[in-house]
T-cell receptor
Framework: EAGVAQSPRYKIIEKRQSVAFWCNPI?????LYWYQQILGQGPKLLIQ????????DSQLPKDRFSAERLKGVDSTLKIQPAKLEDSAVYLC????????????FGSGTRLTVV | AQTVTQSQPEMSVQEAETVTLSCTYD???????LFWYKQPPSRQMILVIR??????QNATENRFSVNFQKAAKSFSLKISDSQLGDAAMYFC??????????????FGKGTRLSVIA
C-alpha cells in the first residue's frame, strides 16, 4: 500500500510569513495526526483528527496554527504568522480505526524560519 | 498525563555487538501499548517493535527484542548483531488503550545510536 504522503519536503520562510503543509494519509485510515518535532526532541502532538472531526487540539497554538481535514482524507496544517521557534519537522501520521498495528508516518516537512 | 523518559541521549556500539537502549514511562493505566520507533536521516518513523502491556512475554522481531518490566515501568530495547544500517535515532513511545477510539503516541526525547565499523 502507498505510504503517508507529505509535501513539501523542505520549506524556508521569513518570520511573520505564512506556510502550509499537506498530508495525504493511507487510504482508509480514519485517524490522522500532526506532530511537531523540534531538533533534538521527540515528536509532540499538535492535533488529532478522526475522519473530518477534531479529537484533540489541546496542544495546538491556535493563535497562529490551524489545521483542517475537510473531507476526512487529506489534511492541511497552516502557520500564520510564523515565528523563529516554529522551526521544526512537521510529521503526519495515520492509523486505522483501532490502530493496534501502530501508526504509519510520513517523511515530514522540515521548516526553517529565518 | 503519561510521560516517557529516555535517559541516554547518545549510544554507540561496535558492529556485530549488542546494545541496549533504555526507556521508562509513567502511567496510572493498567493496559497500554509500548513501541520503539527508528528514525533515520530520511526522517520517516519506522516501527521497530511493539508490546502490549497485558502480555507478559517480551516481544521479539529478528535482531530486536525488548525487556518489558511492567512493575518497574521499564521498556528497554536490545539490538543484537548490530549493523551499520541500525544507526539512527530511536524513540520509545507510549499509547493508551483504544477504549473509545484511537489515542496518540507519546514519545520520549530519543536516543541517537551510532554503529562503529
Amino acid at each position: 500500500e502507498a505510504g503517508v504522503a507529505q509535501s513539501p519536503r523542505y520549506k524556508i520562510i521569513e518570520k511573520r510569513q505564512s506556510v502550509a503543509f499537506w498530508c495525504n494519509p493511507i487510504s482508509g485510515h480514519a485517524t490522522l495526526y500532526w506532530y511537531q518535532q523540534i531538533l533534538g526532541q521527540g515528536p509532540k502532538l499538535l492535533i488529532q483528527f478522526q475522519n473530518n472531526g477534531v479529537v484533540d487540539d489541546s496542544q495546538l497554538p491556535k493563535d497562529r496554527f490551524s489545521a483542517e481535514r475537510l473531507k476526512g482524507v487529506d489534511s492541511t496544517l497552516k502557520i500564520q504568522p510564523a515565528k523563529l521557534e516554529d522551526s521544526a519537522v512537521y510529521l503526519c501520521a495515520s492509523t486505522s480505526l483501532w490502530g493496534t498495528n501502530g501508526y504509519t508516518f510520513g517523511s515530514g516537512t522540515r521548516l526553517t524560519v529565518v | 498525563a503519561q510521560t516517557v523518559t529516555q535517559s541516554q541521549p547518545e549510544m554507540s556500539v561496535q558492529e556485530a555487538e549488542t546494545v541496549t537502549l533504555s526507556c521508562t514511562y509513567d502511567t496510572s493505566e493498567s493496559d497500554y501499548y509500548l513501541f520503539w520507533y527508528k528514525q533515520p536521516p530520511s526522517r520517516q518513523m519506522i516501527l521497530v517493535i511493539r508490546q502490549e502491556a497485558y502480555k507478559q512475554q517480551n516481544a521479539t522481531e529478528n535482531r530486536f527484542s525488548v525487556n518489558f518490566q511492567k512493575a518497574a515501568k521499564s521498556f528497554s530495547l536490545k539490538i543484537s548483531d548490530s549493523q551499520l544500517g541500525d544507526a539512527a535515532m530511536y524513540f520509545c513511545a507510549y499509547r493508551s488503550p483504544p477504549n473509545s477510539g484511537n489515542t496518540p503516541l507519546v514519545f520520549g526525547k530519543g536516543t541517537r545510536l551510532s554503529v562503529i565499523a
